[in-house]
């Protein structure tokens, strides 16, 4: 996906060893995380302006092991909008999500409930663990540091916590911290993108997906 490679470029991602298993020695990587939890939600929107709160309507999150670069777990599921229940064509449009796949789908609320058991087998079958989680006590190699990353703040900063807010839901608390790639870009490459097509576009990168 687009954002991995971003994330390689930017020295987030360690590049795949390139020796057999059994020349391998044992890995001592300078990365942080031994995963990424990337998220990019797709939310109601319209053409014209409007004061109209955005619902997510998908919610898609998948597992990136930086030492392999490779995708190790994907949750994702489309989410019922209560406020505004019908999609706007502009939505449609702009996203491809249609009435259909949001009416097949679940409450927001749901949907956290579920994610939250995804993060939970997570910790359990691949050590995954959070910063705040981190024990100094255990096994370095039994932990598995992990953090989310987006690009820019909108997804977890404005888009979640306000329609929780809205909805009196709780979210997670573990969705409280995450990587803005945006101002990782800015901040290593000393300029703005221009979006994240135009961040790949600098980078030389194809943007892959369907906008």
């Not at 992990?146 to 329609?163: I, M, N």
Request: with cysteine; glycine share 6%; hydrophobic share 35%.
């Amino acid at each position: 996906m687009s954002t991995k490679k971003l994330a390689k470029e930017l020295g987030l991602l360690r590049k795949r060893s390139q020796v057999s298993a059994a020349q391998k020695k044992p890995l001592v990587s300078n990365q942080i995380f031994a995963y990424l939890i990337v998220i990019d939600f797709e939310s109601t929107c319209w053409r014209e302006k409007n004061n109209y709160g955005q619902e997510i309507i998908e919610f898609p999150a998948v597992l990136l092991n930086t030492y392999t670069g490779e995708i190790d777990s994907v949750f994702h599921t489309y989410i019922q909008p209560q406020e505004h229940p019908t999609l706007s064509e502009f939505c449609t449009e702009l996203t491809g999500i249609t009435q259909t796949q949001v009416e097949a789908g679940v409450p927001l609320h749901i949907c956290l409930s579920r994610f939250s058991r995804w993060l939970q087998t997570l910790q359990l079958q691949k050590g995954v663990i959070f910063p705040k989680e981190l024990r100094t006590t255990a096994p370095l190699t039994s932990q598995k540091p992990c953090a989310f990353l987006t690009w820019s703040d909108w997804d977890l900063g404005v888009c979640l916590h306000y329609e929780c807010k809205r909805k009196q839901l709780h979210k997670p608390d573990v969705l409280n911290s995450w990587i803005d790639l945006r101002a990782t870009y800015r901040q290593f490459y000393n300029r703005k993108p221009k979006g994240l097509n135009g961040a790949l576009q600098d980078l030389g990168i194809q943007f892959s997906g369907s906008r």
